[in-house]
């Protein structure tokens, strides 16, 4: 049997989509989807694919690459994509040497990584590599038809008579000129506390934009703003998936001066009812385990917790002053 590892190239976004798959059954994706994803990543971030042959098939599958909200030059996130029914053969361990030789190119000081925690095979493969683990997130699941929705029916009403404070859809604000500035402020604003392991960065206008209202999974009548007056004071958006029937709860946020009035709860109610009226099973989404707040809203909802998603780093070398 012949193997070799090349770089990925764009006729291979198929066979890429089926490995994606097969390793992350439960997270499926389209070829539109990492199509549009790699047709619109900001252009200061480097990022190379490869894949490994078989005997001229392709079998699995590796990456490098930076991301505009966590930009540094010189980190680096990976991701291996090895099959269950190829695991066990070192084609992770090829897949992964030809990364770290590759990616020493660009004289990287660290790597980031991550697995689910029930991965025991991919946990086991980073602690041989000496990777640490720096946090864990809890991804939690709502099953939507299981959804009791009396207990709630008032809670938007008294947000507007209590706070003054309204929910509005992206799309019941278009006659707002200043609206996508007004969000990509307030998401950037509302973010700034979250619990993060490496310094976040912000997008350009247009980048944001483009990679969060360009992207197909966009949702205008599921991208919730909280308003008071005119002031946009929190977010919450859902993502829809072209793979399954399943819906993602991304960032919900509100600015600090807003907390405690019952906003994130309103807005993540929001989604639930979108769920409900669009006869959707299920709704996914992911916390930091020191986001007790957010983990707090999410069990009175009555999602439940799953195997929690680490990530991992290794450091290569100390940043020198001005990296």
């Known amino acids: 049997m012949k193997t070799i590892i090349r770089e990925f190239q764009s006729t291979d976004y198929e066979a890429f989509t089926e490995i994606h798959n097969a390793v992350y059954s439960e997270y499926s994706r389209t070829v539109d989807e990492i199509c549009f994803e790699d047709k ?3 252009p200061k971030c480097l990022f190379k694919r490869f894949v490994l042959e078989r005997d001229n ?11 505009t909200w966590m930009y540094h030059p010189k980190k680096f996130l990976f991701d291996l994509y090895v099959p269950p029914a190829f695991q066990g053969q070192g084609l992770g361990r090829a897949l992964y040497d030809h990364l770290y030789q590759a990616v020493h190119a660009h004289d990287p000081i660290r790597i980031i990584t991550r697995t689910r925690e ?3 095979r991919a946990v086991r493969f980073l602690a041989d590599r000496q990777f640490e683990e720096t946090s864990r997130a809890w991804e939690s699941r709502l099953d939507v038809k299981a959804f009791d929705f009396s207990p709630y029916q ?3 009403d008294c ?5 003054g404070i309204v929910i509005k859809t992206f799309q019941e604000l278009e006659n707002d000129p200043e609206r996508n500035r007004k969000g990509y402020d307030l998401d950037w604003a509302a973010i700034q506390d979250m619990p ?11 980048q944001y934009c483009q990679e969060r209202f360009g992207h197909p999974n966009f949702l205008p009548d599921a991208h919730f703003f909280a308003l008071h007056g005119d002031d946009y004071v929190g977010i919450s958006d859902i993502m829809s998936s072209q793979a399954n029937d399943e819906i993602i709860t991304g960032f919900t946020g509100v600015l600090p001066a807003y907390r405690g009035k019952g906003i994130a709860f309103a807005l993540k109610l929001r989604a639930v009812d979108y769920a409900i009226k669009q006869n959707k099973p299920l709704i996914k989404t992911w916390n930091d385990s020191a986001n007790r707040s957010m983990l707090g809203i999410n069990e009175r909802l009555g999602f439940v917790k799953q195997p929690a998603w680490i990530e991992f780093k290794k450091d290569l070398r100390e940043a020198r002053s001005g990296e």
């Open 40 to 42: 619109t990543r900001d």
């Open 57 to 67: 098939k392709i079998i699995a599958a590796a990456f490098y690459g930076q991301f």
């Open 118 to 120: 029930d991965w025991n």
């Open 154 to 156: 008032g809670v938007w």
């Open 159 to 163: 947000l507007k008579s209590e706070h």
């Open 196 to 206: 993060m392991t490496e310094p976040i960065t912000r997008p350009s206008f247009e």
